[in-house]
């Protein structure tokens, strides 16, 4: 018997499909940025990330606790070698309005 293929997902996609799962999404990007780290500390094929997100989810939450909701969906990947992940978390409204993330000054 031949042995089966496992179809391991990407650490990028895991992250992607992770998102997709929690927020009410109107558009994501999931960006693999580790080739303009090489020869960094904690390079790897998909060691650093960016993530683009827009959700109405997003609607009345500061800045840091958007990030923190798409950290606490990444940490398993973290745990996992994971090294960087760069967030830009966005309401439907801001991204129309220039994709400019509200100023966490008071």
Known sequence: ???????????????????????????????????????????????????????????GKSPVVRSRMIYSLAQEDFDQGLHALTVRCFTPEEWIKGKKAPSTAS
Do not use: P, Y
């Not at 390079?43 to 997100?53: D, M, N, Q, R």
């Open 1 to 59: 018997m031949k042995n089966a293929k496992i179809n391991k997902v990407s650490r990028l996609q895991n992250i992607e499909n992770k998102i997709r799962q929690t927020l009410n999404i109107e558009h994501l990007e999931v960006l693999n940025e580790s080739k303009q780290h090489k020869g960094h500390q904690g390079f790897g094929t998909e060691s650093h990330l960016k993530v683009i997100v827009v959700s109405l989810d997003f609607q």
